[in-house]
């Protein structure tokens, strides 16, 4: 392992955008961290040997009943409800469309601060419900399979956009409790996963602290092992991941040669093959019954013989693992096609004899171009100049 600072990546110039916060002067409470709303608090005039229990009230209506207004938070003094009205809010990206598959796949186009978009998806199966979620704005990478790669790297989400995405799906699906009614535990939104738009190792400290908030359990309570973060090879980020973070780690791994996956993932000419292997090997939380995921988009003609199942099998031998084969899903411009359903069984049955787990993941929400490597978001359709997004940045 050469180079440990994850400095400016395989890409052209990246600007991180600072978010335009809403002119409301007021502090946004979601995505903060439980220190940071209790600092927050005191700083608002709550009296610091309160604040503890103040942070741990607010966090209830906020994020186990799904509560918006400070008026309905009735366990709190009438004139403390005023004093966090008027220093704080609650507010959540909003949704611009929502799109539902013929599927049940529902794919949600939101706004963020500074009027970007991106999409979330919501995939139900049978007694569990992956809610997919974003981390950038665009993506500082290009992996050219990818079409949210396509789309220049706008701005990196925070926080608040991140727990956001979970709280405005649990308003669509409903799954707020409900007070006073019988306890119902069935999630519907029962894991995450961070395989949206952008990579969320270079959004690091956003995604961590975001994950800390919807990991708490006394309010989204979504344990680290339903959340699996997706990354393409950030290196530097991978044992921080689960040191800070804690969750299962995906690689998007799709190709058995440096000079393939130079091509697919960009950025295996930082760290090559070897190099994530490593990392990898290395990965704090590695055991049997947390195995990494290795993501394997399969490309016609491209990452896809017998050959390549055979090397994959033999680059990972030793990590706990289990490999996810990813049929291609078309987008317009595409430069690739999906192989053959005939080809992608053969594969599977190569890695399945060698024992390791190949579940051949089923396209969902193809319809409404939902499905992995689809999601781009039309308005930021357009790469912008460095001017542009200066003058945005202004
Ligand atoms: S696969 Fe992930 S890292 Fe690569 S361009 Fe797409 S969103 Fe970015």
């Not at 004139?79 to 609650?90: G, K, N």
């Not at 992956?130 to 290009?142: D, M, Y």
């Not at 044992?239 to 996956?261: K, M, N």
């Amino acid at each position: 392992m050469t180079d440990q600072t994850p400095s400016a990546p395989i890409t052209q110039d990246v600007l991180t955008i600072p978010r335009k916060l809403p002119e409301t002067g007021r502090t946004n409470i979601v995505g903060l961290t439980r220190p940071q709303l209790q600092e927050a608090l005191i700083a608002a005039g709550t009296p610091e040997r309160q604040a503890r229990m103040r942070v741990g009230q607010v966090w209830q209506w906020v994020y186990h009943w799904g509560v918006r207004d400070f008026a309905a938070m009735t366990n709190l003094a009438k004139d403390y409800r005023a004093l966090l009205a008027e220093h704080f809010e609650i507010v959540l990206p909003e949704i611009v469309t929502r799109q539902i598959s013929q599927d049940g796949t529902r794919k949600y186009l939101v706004r963020i601060a500074g009027g970007h978009e991106v999409e979330v998806v919501y995939i139900p199966e049978e007694g569990r419900g992956t809610l997919c979620i974003s981390s950038q704005v665009g993506c500082t990478l290009t992996c050219s399979f990818c079409h949210t790669g396509t789309q220049k790297l706008v701005r990196n989400l925070t926080p608040a956009e991140i727990v956001g995405q979970l709280m405005l799906a649990r308003d669509d699906l409903g799954e707020w409790p409900v007070q006073g009614a019988p306890k119902d535990e069935t999630r519907l939104v029962s894991n995450i996963v961070l395989m949206g738009m952008g990579e969320p190792l270079y959004n690091f400290e956003n995604v961590r602290d975001a994950m800390k908030v919807v990991m708490d359990g006394e309010g989204l309570s979504l344990s680290r092992r339903r959340i699996t973060l997706s990354t393409s090879g950030v290196v530097p980020e991978i044992a921080r991941t689960a040191q800070e973070i804690g969750c299962l780690l995906a690689v998007s791994f799709h190709a058995t040669t440096d000079e393939v996956r130079d091509r697919l993932v960009p950025i295996n000419k930082r760290w090559n093959i070897a190099t994530l292997l490593e990392a990898l090997r290395d990965y704090p939380r590695l055991t049997n019954s947390e195995r990494i995921t290795f993501e394997y988009v399969m490309l016609d003609g491209v990452n896809d013989t017998d050959a390549d199942a055979r090397r994959l099998v033999k680059l990972i031998q030793g990590i706990p693992a289990k490999i996810n084969l990813i049929p291609f899903n078309e987008w317009p411009g595409a430069p690739y096609r999906r192989s053959s359903p005939e080809r992608i069984r053969a594969f599977a049955d190569i890695i399945y004899k060698a024992g390791y787990a190949s579940p051949i993941r089923t396209p969902r929400g193809e319809d409404i171009m939902a499905a992995c490597g689809q999601l781009k978001s039309a308005t930021e359709r357009g790469r912008k100049t460095r001017a542009q997004i200066e003058a945005e940045a202004s």
